[in-house]
Every structure is written in C-alpha cells, then in structure tokens.
C-alpha cells in the first residue's frame, strides 16, 4: 500500500534488492545454511503429513529470520550510507539533497517496522530480544565509530568490540535466533552464535586488508576508503604497535593525502597486512571449530550444509574482492 | 476542599516515605493496580531493572483518609480531580526507569537520552498520563481472593508491565521526534554542513534508532506477543504517516480523507494501540480492548485537530497569532481543507505552496472568511465526545479508583478541546 502510494519509498526499495545482489546475499546464504545444520529430525514420524508441516513451518519460520536480517542490515545501510554522503557532499542544500537524506532516513525506518512486525509474527519473544539488541548494536558501532577519542582510535580492542557491533552481532545473534527457532539446547544455540561471531570477524579483518591491497597482493591498489574517511582499521593499529610514530600520523588525521602516504609506508615496513590476516585465520578456525562441535548427525543435508559452513569459513579468508 | 487538602495531604506522605521504606498494601483496596493520587511510594533501594521488576507500596495512611472520601459528595471530588496529578508520582518512577533504560555505553549517545527526557516534560507526558489512567480504568479486581499475598504480587506485576507499555510508548514517540524534527532541521538550515551539523543529524538518527531497539528489547520482556505486534504496527503506521506527509500529490493534499488517515497514522495511532495494548495486558475481553482503542483513537484525533487550530490561533482568539509553522512548511490542516470546501480558489493559492509569504497572507484571509476554524473545532467535538462515549460504554465498576480515573478520563476529553496553548 505505501509503496503504492509513494513511489519515492518504491526506489529506495529497489536499492534494497540491488544491494542484496550485490552482498551476494552473504547472510540469508549462512543462516539458511545453518538452518539445515541444525536440523532437528522428527524420528518417528506419525504420518508424513505431520513431519512435513511441522517441518516445513519451521522452515518459513527460520528464512523469516532471514529476510528480517536482511531488513536489518539494509536499514542500517540506508542510515549510514546516505548521511555519510551528506559528509561528503558538504551539505549542497539543494531540496533533492535534503528530501534524499529525509527519504533515507524514512526508508530505513520503513524496514526497521517491517523487520518489526515480522519479529512479532513469529511469536518467540527471546528471538525478538536477540534481533532487537542486534538494531542496538549496530547503533552503538556506528556511534562508537563517529565518536572516538584518539586513544580509542588507536586501540585494537576498541577497534574489535566495535567491529564486533557493526559487523558480526547481526550474524552471530541472527545464527542463534536459528537455533533457538529449531529448539536447539543453549549449548547449540552458543554454537551458532560462536560460529556467526567469529564468521563476521574474519569477513571484516580481510575486508580491511582488501581495501589497502584491493586484487593485487601489493598495496596502495585497494580503494584505501577507510583510510581516507579517517577510519582507522586492524592493519594499520598492528602497524602502529611496531612504529609508534605511526600514531603521530594518525592523530594528525587523514584529510592532508600526503598523510595517507605516509601512513602506506610505515604499513609497507610493517607486518601489519599479515598480522590482520593470521587474526583473521584465528577467527575463520573458531568458526569451523563451532561446526565440528555441534553434536552428530548423520543426516545427508545436514553433513552437506555444515561441509557448506565450513568452506564458508575458508572463502572469508581466501577471497580477493 | 477536604479531597483537595486529603490529596496533597498524601503527596507529602509519599515524598517522605518514598525513600528507603517500604509499605505493604494493608487494604485490598490500596493493593496493586489502584493508583489514586500520588499512592505510589516507591522503595528507592528497589533495582531499576525495566520492566520486569516489581515494587511493594501503599500508604496505611490512606485508608482512613479513603473513608473521608468515601463520605464527601461526589461534585466535590470531580471539581478538585486533575488527570495528571492522578499519576504524577508514578510518572516519575517511569522517568526515572526511562533514564536507566536509555543509557548508552557511548557518551554521545546518552546526551540524546537526555534530549529524550526534555522533551518528555516538555510534553507534559500526554501519553503516559492516559495509558496509567487506562490502566486504572480498567482494573480488574480479583473478586475473593486466596490470601492478599497472592492478590498483591499478582496486581503489582500486572500494573508494572502497564507501566512498561507507557515507557516503550514514549520511547518510541521520541525516537520518532528524533527522527522527525532533526531532519526539519536540515530543512530550515538550509544544509549548511559543519561537523556538528552532520554530527547532530547523524546522532539524531541513530539515537532514535537506539530508542526503537530499547523498545523493542522492553516489549520483548512483556512476553506478549499480541502487544508486540501492537507496537510494532505503531512504528510502522508513524512511518507510514511521515511519508504520507512529505510525499503528497497535488490531489492528496486537498483530501480531508487522506489528511485524517495521515493524521490516525501520526498521531492517534500510537495512543490507541497502547490503550489497546493497555486493555490486553489486563486480561480485558476483546470488546473492551476495543473501546479502549477508541478511546485512544477519537482522543488523538481531536488532540490534533485543536492542535491545527491553535497554530493558526495561538493563544488569541483571532487569527494569524498562532505560530502557523505548519501552513509555513506547506502541511495543509484541516482549518484550510475546511476553508477549501467553501472557497475552491484557495486551492490555487495552495497549490501555488507557501514559500511565498505572501501566499500565507492569502490563504489566512480566506481562512478568516471561512467557517474553517469553526468547523475544525466541531470535528475535534466530535471525536472528544466519541472518546467519552467509549470510556462510558466500559463495563460498570463501583471501584473508586477504578471511578475516579475514568472520570479523569472524560476529563481529558474535554482539556484536548479547551485548551489553548
């Protein structure tokens, strides 16, 4: 109906589903996958017709959560995304500028309460609690990402709690609403959450390598975007732990390009790419770890899905773009 | 006189025991769910914990005070009744539960807390106000109770998880606010982009993204899933009403129908999903979670439509000494859609819209020669007295409280319709 109505909301809808393409669906792809992973199978069944509908309602029920993260994530996007453009484009106030941010903002609110609804339909309150701390934490990534002191900018754990935020809380929490959802124990439920936790952190620590070096193994070939937004990441706080006067650098701020270069050439001489990269294996082996430990089953979809999982946990790290 | 000395008599007890002492309800009709006048002495050693922990108050010395009451006539007690004073004490308890539910980890985020909490006593709490006295409205009283033990803890728990919903109401208007009024902002100030002023809208937006997911995690707590698709409903209905608002065809905006769903949407929505949500929670029957609904329903609309008047009236009886901030940000209100009925030229001039201030001065004459204001006025009538009509369709009670706060009820009714500011 609203979409009827305003056909404004209609585009920033269709940027939903063009970023969906292009994520490749990275998080819906890992949850249903964990969905069958975690399949609990009816053993005797009364008659197929039951087995299935139970099975198959719990199924819709677990790709709502799905599409719920995906509303999610696309409406922090929407929120981060197109106010960082008012950042950039220095506030041109032209009305399309202006209606651009307020439709942004709204369009991220429509999906929030569409996310909302859904929550509530699947009448499983813990589950509303798990997603809703997940709006929480992005918030409080963000927040924490705009609002550092210099010490704070130049600490790795401060650095890791907020990547932890924006990044891996929405899989990590939406991987245990999963599990919570088949009614899986707490300790498979923990599973879960260890599984999409760690996934997120190694996606993120390779993310910030790959915008220094971009497809080439060398550096400066990267769209060196987070450096230049002032965004201090994984490589460059390992380099500052070997070359102290990095920091000197850092707090002078990036907005002078010759920082930037500088900053390039203490991270060349630095073992700050391969550091983030062992951190990254770190976490890749934690998440497969979680797998392995879930309890047996030999079940052939599920083998299938948790083999899946696993090579999950090898592509984060081995990818190129 | 008496009631009005009794009351304050009792707001100074409760200020002198509300901290640190704790009284147990000693009459069943001060236990639980009863709230009259400032009866709330909340133990200040109690944990603030949202909305799942539960408190022990009551003064004995309202007992005898009751008996007092009881003998007076009852013109008396609807003389020296204000709606708000009803729950004043409890208000603060929820604000000060508010503030411990907001608190960020980041500190710029809890200065948006604090903006949260402006506004809420700029707002005289409307909205906590009317879902207390619903909540009152509609006790349901234990008929023979086991033992006072179990009455109590029941109807404590009962009016705690009340109290939630007009905390997760109010966070989730300000988030709205947040959302809304920042973004106005930008408007007015025309995009000029210092740091701060990025900052600022940045924060705004996600403080009340902040705010929405407190709500959520709070309303999750209720365990009820039936009231967390009420809520969620109201998010996406505000949404709905701020597109509405910003996104109109030339048509639409010359629509009364499309002005008063955008009007339900941004307005009377969220309080008549919480007196709905109000009613659930106490276990009330479908037609009474119905009336309360209405109630809410018919309350924000006349609210809003004395809300269009008074920014063309302003204090004054006559025109043009109101703010007119809406006909300014080219929101066309009802007093104009009225004067558009008698006068079809205006719709040129509105269509024309208003950033030409000379255009204001059209408007305002046809407005002035119209019955528009009048008209407006009588609609507000309308929907106030649709909401008395519901308060008084509610089963019958003979319960004081449960009296005197539907009373306070009917006199919101009519506050939304005299006021004038």
Not at chain 2, 1 to 27: A, E, N, Q
Not at chain 2, 94 to 105: F, G, I, N, T, W
Not at chain 2, 258 to 264: A, D
Request: proline share 2%.
């Amino acid at each position: 109906m609203v979409i009827a109505e305003v056909p404004k909301l209609a585009s920033a809808a269709e940027y939903f589903f063009k970023m969906g393409v292009e994520g490749k669906r990275f998080r819906p792809t890992v949850l249903l996958l964990m969905a069958t992973a975690l399949n609990v199978r009816v053993p005797e069944p009364l008659h197929d017709g039951v087995e299935d509908a139970s099975a198959t309602e719990l199924r819709t029920r677990q790709q709502c959560i799905a599409e719920i993260t995906e509303m999610i994530h696309v409406a922090s996007l929407l929120h981060d995304d197109v106010l960082d453009d008012a950042d950039t484009r220095r506030g041109i106030g032209s009305l399309n500028f202006v209606m651009g941010n307020k439709l942004a903002v709204l369009a991220g609110d429509f999906l929030l309460s569409r996310a909302c609804v859904a929550l509530a339909s699947l009448k499983n309150t813990e589950v509303v609690t798990l997603l809703a701390t997940v709006v929480e934490h992005l918030v409080t990534g963000e927040t924490m990402q705009m609002t550092t002191s210099s010490d704070q900018r130049c600490s790795m754990d401060y650095y890791m709690q907020k990547t932890y935020y924006k990044t891996a809380s929405l899989i990590s929490n939406s991987c245990k609403a999963i599990a919570l959802l088949a009614g899986q124990t707490a300790e498979v439920a923990i599973l879960a959450f260890d599984y999409g936790k760690n996934l997120g952190l190694a996606y993120q620590l390779i993310d910030d390598v790959l915008d220094f070096t971009g497809t080439s193994a060398s550096l400066g070939k990267g769209s060196l975007s987070d450096i230049r937004h002032g965004i201090i990441t994984a490589p460059i706080l390992f380099a500052m732990e070997e070359f102290p006067q990095l920091r000197t650098v850092v707090e002078q701020g990036f907005e002078d390009s010759s920082n930037v270069d500088i900053a390039l050439e203490y991270l060349g001489k630095s073992r700050g790419i391969q550091k983030t990269r062992e951190l990254a294996v770190k976490h890749a082996n934690l998440a497969a770890a979680a797998i392995d430990s879930l309890p047996e089953n030999n079940d052939e979809d599920v083998t299938k899905s948790r083999r899946a999982l696993l090579d999950l946990t090898h592509r984060v790290i081995t990818r190129n773009k | 006189m008496l009631i009005y000395r009794g009351l304050s008599r009792i707001s100074r007890i409760s200020k002198k025991t509300s901290f640190g002492r704790r009284w147990l309800p000693s009459h069943p009709l001060l236990s639980g769910a009863s709230h009259s006048a400032a009866a709330a002495a909340a133990d200040s050693s109690v944990k603030v914990l949202g909305c799942r922990e539960a408190y022990s108050w009551s003064l004995p010395a309202l007992h005898g005070i009751r008996h007092q009451i009881h003998h007076q006539s009852s013109s008396v007690i609807e003389e020296q009744l204000d709606p708000f004073s009803l729950v004043a004490d409890e208000l603060s308890i929820l604000a000060k539960r508010l503030r411990s539910m907001v608190v960020a980890e980041v500190p710029k985020l809890a200065s948006a807390a604090e903006y949260f909490f402006k506004m809420g006593v700029e707002g005289k709490r409307f909205r906590p106000t009317v879902l207390l006295l619903m909540a009152t409205a509609l006790n349901v009283r234990v008929p023979e109770p086991l033992h006072d033990g179990v009455e109590d803890a029941l109807a404590t728990e009962l009016r705690t998880r009340q109290q939630c919903i007009a905390e997760i109401t109010e966070m989730i208007h300000v988030a709205s606010l947040l959302h809304d009024d920042v973004l106005d902002d930008a408007d007015t100030r025309r995009g000029i982009g210092s740091l701060n002023f990025v900052m600022g809208n940045k924060l705004a937006v996600l403080a009340g993204d902040f705010l929405l997911s407190r709500a959520c995690v709070a309303l999750a707590s209720l365990k009820n899933t039936e009231v967390v698709t009420l809520l969620a409903t109201v998010v996406e209905h505000l949404v709905t009403g701020e597109t509405m608002q910003m996104t109109t065809s030339s048509d639409q905006r010359c629509s009364m129908d499309y002005y008063m769903q955008k009007t339900y949407y941004k307005t009377a929505s969220l309080i008549s999903n919480s007196c709905k949500a109000i009613a659930l929670l106490a276990g009330q029957t479908a037609e009474v979670a119905i009336l309360a609904f209405d109630y809410g329903k018919n309350l924000g609309l006349a609210y809003q439509l004395i809300d269009d008047v008074l920014d063309f009236t302003g204090t004054s009886a006559s025109l043009g000494k109101g703010s007119l901030s809406d006909i300014r940000h080219g929101i066309i209100t009802a007093p104009i859609l009225f004067a558009m009925e008698e006068f079809p030229q205006l719709r040129t001039v509105v269509e024309q819209g208003f950033e030409d201030s000379s255009n204001v001065d059209i408007a305002l004459e046809y407005l002035g020669k119209s019955r528009g204001i009048q008209k407006t006025r009588e609609l507000a009538v309308k929907h106030a007295n649709l909401a008395a009509a519901a308060i008084d369709s509610l089963p019958e009670n003979n319960d004081e409280d449960v009296t005197k706060s539907r009373r306070a009820l009917l006199d919101l009714t009519h506050r939304v319709i005299t006021r004038n500011k």
